[in-house]
């Protein structure tokens, strides 16, 4: 069983099966929104600042779009996913921080509210309602992992998502 699990070929298969792929820049309309899901930082309450971790493709890889114009507005979702400090809210420090880095304000949505990936469909649904033209595709950006579970969830929202892979542990099988 361990041999089984820990087999790298194993693994790529079942990786490459699962994930959504990549869609290529040359692919890519252009959409008003770009939802990136959170999970990609921490706050680091010791030094009162943000820290990235393994999931932070998802981020870079939204202000890339931002940055090439692909998207119009980028949206953050995330609340807290902490149980002793409920108030510490992904989505509020990574607002902090793309103010530090200069990113425009106006091309920016947050929510705060959600605690994991179906409360962030809703509660996403419920500002692309107001801010999106009816039934306009947004660019839905997270970890390929995470893409089938997330575009099901806004699919249940009524929400039309492109899906826009990012960190992918796909890798190309080489014998």
Known sequence: ??????????????SNLWE?????DK?????EVGVVL???SNFDTLTSRISFNQNADRFNQGLRLLELN??????????????????IKESIYVEEYLHEINVPSN??????????????????????HTS???????????????MRRSLACF???GIRAIPYSTNSMRSKLEF
């Open 20 to 24: 959504v792929p990549i869609l290529l």
């Open 1 to 14: 069983l361990l041999f089984f699990f820990t087999n790298p070929l194993i693994i790529n298969v079942v």
């Open 70 to 87: 692909v998207i119009d507005k980028m949206l953050i979702c995330g609340g807290s996913g902490y149980i002793l400090d409920p108030d």
């Open 27 to 31: 692919d890519i309309e252009r959409y």
């Open 155 to 157: 699919k249940k929202q």
């Open 38 to 40: 959170g999970g990609f």
């Open 107 to 128: 091309r920016m949505l947050f929510e705060s509210d959600s605690r994991n990936t179906h409360e962030n469909a809703v509660h996403a649904a419920k500002i692309l």
């Open 132 to 146: 999106v033209a009816n039934n306009t595709p947004v660019l839905l950006i997270t970890s390929g992992y995470h």
